[in-house]
């Protein structure tokens, strides 16, 4: 039962373009939602959260968007660079007590 | 390096061993989750601990697998009699005491990569 889901497992993005990365989930109960990014042979870092109650948060090149009647949230990257390309995934949590994670978009930015 | 801290990095069984994963959360968090990632997918929640409580384990497995997170030391994910499948990446992460809807975070450890021969 695959409650988040991020359907592209790759993207590739020209330099200095946007990115968007998707996510969609399943769970009505999910209040909290989060994107990590990963490099390889490291551990994800936190990249930026929303609260239910928001619709948009923005922290520099990166902005998160949700649409809870759609049950789908996205982040955006823009401009892309090369350092941003990495393993993104998204997450989310109800109730405060654990993370469900997707299984993550591959991004490459090209230069 | 006040991260989160998880040993060994690497780690290679022949099946039927047992495997010791040991993970130090970062200073004055007290909350505790371990995470399994299989190859070409995504984080799998396995366990969450605080002090001395196991507070969902919905994620591991019935057999061979066991969490604890002692008053003193560091997090233990114990996997006993290793199968190949167990092969993956194991990271254990941190959020503060009041976990996770307060800081909207967890933070990772660099994960332990389990391989079974």
């Known amino acids: 039962d695959q409650q988040v889901k991020q359907n592209s497992p790759s993207l590739s993005v020209q330099e200095g373009r946007i990115s968007i990365l998707n996510c969609d989930y399943t769970?009505?109960?999910?209040?909290?939602f989060l994107w990590y990014k990963k490099y390889p042979a490291e551990g994800p870092t936190f990249l930026i959260s929303?609260?239910?109650?928001?619709d948009k948060n923005e922290d520099g090149r990166f902005t998160v968007f949700l649409n809870k009647s759609a049950k789908h949230l996205s982040l955006h990257i823009v401009p892309s660079q090369p350092g941003d390309s990495a393993v993104y995934f998204c997450?989310?949590?109800?109730?405060?007590?654990?993370?469900?994670f997707g299984q993550g978009t591959r991004l490459t930015i090209n230069p | 390096n006040a991260g989160v801290m998880q040993n060994p990095r690497h780690l290679v069984r022949r099946r039927g061993q047992e495997a010791r994963l040991r993970c130090s959360p970062m200073?004055?968090?007290?909350?505790v989750y371990w995470y399994r990632q299989l190859p070409e997918e995504g984080l799998k929640f396995m366990v969450y601990?605080?002090?001395?409580?196991?507070?969902?384990e919905s994620g591991m497995p019935k057999e061979r697998f066991s969490a604890e997170f002692p008053k003193e030391g560091p997090s233990i994910l114990r996997i006993q009699q290793v199968v190949r499948g167990d092969s993956a990446a194991y990271f254990c992460?941190?959020?503060?005491?009041?976990?996770?809807?307060?800081?909207?975070?967890?933070?990772f450890g660099e994960g332990s990569r389990l391989t079974v021969l």
């Open positions: 200073k004055g968090h007290s909350h």
């Open positions: 992460a941190s959020s503060l005491n009041t976990g996770i809807s307060n800081t909207g975070e967890l933070f």
């Open positions: 769970n009505s109960m999910f209040d909290y």
């Open positions: 997450a989310a949590s109800a109730g405060a007590q654990k993370l469900v």
């Open positions: 601990l605080q002090k001395e409580n196991i507070i969902d």
């Open positions: 929303i609260s239910s109650i928001k």
